[in-house]
């Protein structure tokens, strides 16, 4: 359902979101996400430009949330990088078709609650849930990623 690019921003402000005040560099994040470094770039360059995500450089700079992690929903993530659509007109440019038809509709229907769900839930509820490890910010180890690389040959 979700794209990729919003996948990847949801995993890189949480990350960011558990390490609130304490700026990452852009290699930490990719290496804890398991995001694509070329990717992530792409992904904290969206997120800048919707003053989501602000970055310094040299000595002791690295990206960071702008704003508390309470105040930053899941939508807030997704449509600064890749919105949820909704349908207003007939997808097929029917000119008779004034209103939805079912289909369409329901699926509209469909939309809005993923988008009111996605707004019920911050970052901090995310970094705050219980279950003793950090949502999508995992250390991977040597050991790991070697084991991820044989797997894939």
């Known amino acids: 359902m979700l794209s990729q ?15 609130a005040g304490t700026p990452l560099s852009a290699d930490r994040i ?16 969206a997120l800048r430009e919707h003053r989501l995500v602000g970055s310094r450089s040299g000595p002791g700079g690295g990206y960071e949330l702008l704003e508390p992690p309470g105040l930053t929903t899941i939508l807030d993530v997704v449509d600064a990088v890749a919105p949820i659509p909704r ?50 910010c995992e250390e991977r180890t040597p050991r790991t990623a070697g084991a991820r690389l044989r797997k894939r040959k």
Not at 6 to 17: G, I, K, M, N, T
Not at 115 to 122: M, W
């Open 5 to 19: 690019t919003a996948e990847y921003a949801l995993r890189a402000v949480s990350c960011l979101a558990a390490e």
């Open 30 to 45: 990719a290496e804890r996400t398991a995001i694509p470094r070329r990717y992530l770039t792409r992904v904290l360059q």
């Open 87 to 136: 349908i207003e007109r007939c997808p097929l440019g029917i000119e008779s078709h004034r209103s939805l038809c079912p289909l369409h509709s329901a699926i509209d229907v469909a939309y809005e609650k993923i988008r009111s769900a996605f707004a019920e839930v911050t970052l901090a509820q995310l970094v705050g849930s219980k279950g003793g490890r950090g949502p999508l």
